[in-house]
T-cell receptor
Framework: GQNIDQPTEMTATEGAIVQINCTYQ??????LFWYQQHAGEAPTFLSY????GLEEKGRFSSFLSRSKGYSYLLLKELQMKDSASYLC?????????????FGRGTSLIVHP | DTGVSQNPRHKITKRGQNVTFRCDPI?????LYWYRQTLGQGPEFLTY????????KSRLLSDRFSAERPKGSFSTLEIQRTEQGDSAMYLC?????????????FGEGSRLTVL
């Protein structure tokens, strides 16, 4: 089975930096995704890590340590529109299938 | 191509009725996934297709749930004898089989309310 843990809720101030952590336990690890989901909308892809290290994409960065089963999403220069749920998803490869399993999500509230 | 399309967007039904949802994935994507999401939770995996083959199905899925992808294009998810606990958002996603990161592209979802 799989275990994915992330904080339920975080708050931050506009313009600040926030780090959302995700820890996981899985077999057949085949990559980790971060998705953003605004209330009432579908999740949208933010980042993907399959090797250890940092991936940077504009204001968003994601880090992975496979040996520690740990990832984080870093959001810089926070804007009000960043208020959303952030979902960590671990993909495993049992046999020929590629199945992303999602954590419960971290609700980020950005206030002025 | 306008992305993943799902319909109906909303369905209200009485307990015991059958419902069917349809998903049209991005045309060149051979992988298709169904997830269920309730308020405050992440998407929960239901089933996975590669082309027309259903390769994996969640053990949490009761035999009231069935999914098909007959020609490897659109997919349907049917829930028989609905229960109030089936009320949720049903999300369909597709991804490319080769190249890239294989990220999922989600549809807007089909919201089911069972009275």
């Amino acid at each position: 089975g799989q275990n994915i843990d992330q904080p339920t809720e975080m708050t931050a101030t506009e313009g600040a930096i926030v780090q959302i952590n995700c820890t996981y336990q899985t077999s057949g690890f085949n990559g980790l995704f971060w998705y953003q989901q605004h209330a009432g909308e579908a999740p949208t892809f933010l980042s993907y890590n399959v090797l250890d290290g940092l991936e940077e994409k504009g204001r968003f960065s994601s880090f992975l340590s496979r040996s520690k089963g740990y990832s984080y999403l870093l959001l810089k220069e926070l804007q009000m529109k960043d208020s959303a749920s952030y979902l960590c998803a671990v993909r495993r490869r049992p046999g020929g299938s590629y199945i992303p399993t999602f954590g419960r999500g971290t609700s980020l509230i950005v206030h002025p | 191509d306008t992305g993943v399309s799902q319909n109906p967007r909303h369905k209200i039904t009485k307990r015991g009725q059958n419902v069917t949802f349809r998903c049209d994935p991005i045309s060149e994507h051979n992988r298709l996934y169904w997830y269920r999401q309730t308020l405050g939770q992440g998407p929960e995996f239901l089933t996975y297709f590669q082309n027309e083959a259903q390769l994996e199905k969640s053990r949490l899925l009761s035999d009231r749930f069935s999914a098909e992808r007959p020609k490897g294009s659109f997919s349907t998810l049917e829930i028989q004898r609905t229960e109030q606990g089936d009320s949720a958002m049903y999300l369909c996603a597709s991804s490319a089989g080769t190249g890239g990161t294989g990220e999922l592209f989600f549809g807007e979802g089909s919201r089911l309310t069972v009275l």
